[in-house]
T-cell receptor, first 113, second 115 residues
């Protein structure tokens, strides 16, 4: 299944289907982006990252796409499994004084059997 | 290889008490970040510290909140005179260098409940 629109709080997909989670980032000067996965009651866990000089990066079952023109980031998860159920956050390094990461609101991915 | 260690994992305080949250970064990491997460929300940056220095505290409330990262020992986030609105999960993250070009490694969080 695909997400409908940006900032969708919940995305429900069938086990085995592909899922796409979208994120709009805020700062055109951001040069580094990360997707984190957060399971209930746990801390965020790194999934994949991408730098601004790339538009696509692939990992194991995951792909991140970066569109700098419209400041859009997406995470594609192939052949979803029950263990993929979690909240997914995109984060950007906006630079400036924080020198850390600014997180988006998150999308709750639910995998249905 | 121990990850980022936070304690306590759960803390209950009554209004007006103090809360102290501790964070030991990953081995070899000298940069520590604190984030706050309210239920069903994202993580909000609070403070960024290096050993014995606060680098950026722009996300920290001006009153009642303080953070330190001493030369020896863990980083501590201290909340004085807690109020119900302080109830949240507080996450610590560490990195080996500046976070500008790298990943942050998160702990499992400390969940503060204010009664």
């Amino acid at each position: 299944g695909e997400s409908v629109g940006l900032h969708l709080p919940t995305l429900s997909v069938q086990e085995g289907d592909n899922s796409i989670i979208n994120c709009a980032y805020s700062n055109s000067a951001s040069d580094y982006f990360i997707w984190y996965k957060q399971e209930s009651g746990k801390g965020p866990q790194f999934i994949i990252d991408i730098r601004s000089n790339m538009d696509k990066r692939q990992g194991q079952r995951v792909t991140v796409l970066l569109n700098k023109t419209v400041k859009h980031l997406s995470l594609q998860i192939a052949a979803t499994q029950p263990g993929d159920s979690a909240v997914y956050f995109c984060a950007e390094n906006t630079g400036g004084g924080a020198d850390g990461l600014t997180f988006g609101k998150g999308t709750h991915l639910i995998i249905q059997p | 290889n121990a990850g980022v260690m936070q304690n306590p994992r759960h803390l209950v305080r009554r209004r007006g008490q103090e809360a102290r949250l501790r964070c030991s970064p990953m081995k070899g990491h000298s940069h520590v970040y604190w984030y706050r997460q309210l239920p069903e929300e994202g993580l909000k940056f609070m403070v960024y510290l290096q050993k014995e220095n606060i680098i950026d505290e722009s996300g920290m409330p001006k009153e009642r909140f303080s953070a330190e990262f001493p030369k020896e020992g863990p980083s501590i986030l201290r909340i004085q005179q807690v109020v119900r609105g302080d109830s949240a999960a507080y996450f610590c993250a560490s990195s080996p260098g500046t976070g500008r070009t790298g990943e942050l490694f998160f702990g499992e969080g400390s969940r503060l409940t204010v009664l």
